[in-house]
């Protein structure tokens, strides 16, 4: 039986409602969050929580829950559901109150968080994937990880549409990152990255990443690229929670590395498939 939280009460998932008042269903005026669980065990829950009430509180959206108590809320759910290897996904509104746009006097927020069952797309860590180039219409303010996906998904539909698993973000020449991932490039033995600023994400997995990049002796440039840059590229990476660290093989019509895996980044996967072993504990 799948479960859900619906503020501090675990039920059956079935049994949960959501109030149509609630800002969050109507303005997207809330945040969330995705936590990978591999074999049972969450992986960078303490940065995922971080990243949530950071996201939160820029929001001026009060968590009612220590850290503590929220990891233990999320890794109840997970022991609850019996969950392998998925994903927990969670998010906290404004709550519910008349409609306005202004915040509310009173309103007491609704958290939510449910576990989804995900394999590991081992194929595409091998074959790479291919993305679409596509103007990034989001606001300024991407660093907030906020309901508000309308551009995200906007661009991962024409991604879809062009047979395409990512679209890569551009505000005018300056690529800033996936619709739903980081993005990356190899030069000459040098990585690429948008710097975490307000016009991405900084990803749970990014940050891991860097720390990969590291271990092996790749230098990194947290430099945005342009668009021309990317295309000349020897290797291109993706990262997500879901994605891991993904090879982008083609964009566009362009092939990346002839359409196969560089060096560099099998060494990165290597690294970054160690550190989830790592936090495998049963
Ligand atoms: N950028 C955007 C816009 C995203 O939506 C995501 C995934 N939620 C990421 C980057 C990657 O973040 P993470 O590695 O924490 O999943």
């Known amino acids: 039986m799948a479960h859900i939280w619906v503020n501090d009460v675990l039920m059956n998932r079935a049994e949960a409602s959501i109030d149509p008042e609630d800002r969050g269903y109507q303005f997207g005026d809330g945040v969330y969050e995705v936590v990978k669980v591999y074999e049972g065990n969450l992986f960078e829950m303490e940065a995922h929580i971080d990243r949530f009430y950071r996201s939160a509180d820029e929001l001026r959206i009060v968590i009612p829950y220590t850290k503590d108590v929220l990891h233990k809320m999320v890794y109840d759910i997970v022991e609850a559901d019996q969950l392998q290897t998925g994903h927990v996904y969670m998010q906290i509104t404004r709550g519910v109150a008349p409609r306005q746009h202004y915040f509310p006097d009173e309103a007491s927020a609704t958290f939510t ?8 797309p081992y ?13 990034d219409i989001r606001w300024l303010r991407c660093d907030i990880k906020s309901l508000n996906l309308l551009g995200a998904v906007l661009a991962k539909q024409a991604a879809h549409e062009a047979n395409c698993d990512e679209a890569i973000l551009h505000r005018g020449d300056v690529v800033t990152e996936g619709s739903s991932s ?29 720390r990969c990049a590291e271990e092996i002796q790749l230098p990194v440039v947290e430099e945005a690229m342009t ?29 990346i590395h002839k359409g196969v895996r560089g060096e560099w980044t099998k060494k990165l996967q290597e690294v970054f498939e160690s550190k989830v072993q790592a936090a495998i504990t049963i």
């Open 123 to 135: 194929e595409n860590f091998e074959r790479g994937i291919k993305a679409l180039l596509h103007e």
């Open 227 to 255: 668009v021309e840059q990317l295309l000349a590229m020897d290797e291109v990476i993706y990262t997500s929670t879901g994605a891991e660290v993904t090879p982008i093989v083609q964009i566009n019509e362009q092939l």
């Open 113 to 120: 968080a449910y576990t989804q069952v995900s394999e590991r």
């Open 182 to 210: 980081n993005v990356y490039g190899i030069k000459d033995g040098v990585m690429y990255t948008h710097p975490a600023n307000n016009f991405i994400l900084n990803g749970i997995t990014r940050q891991v990443v860097l």
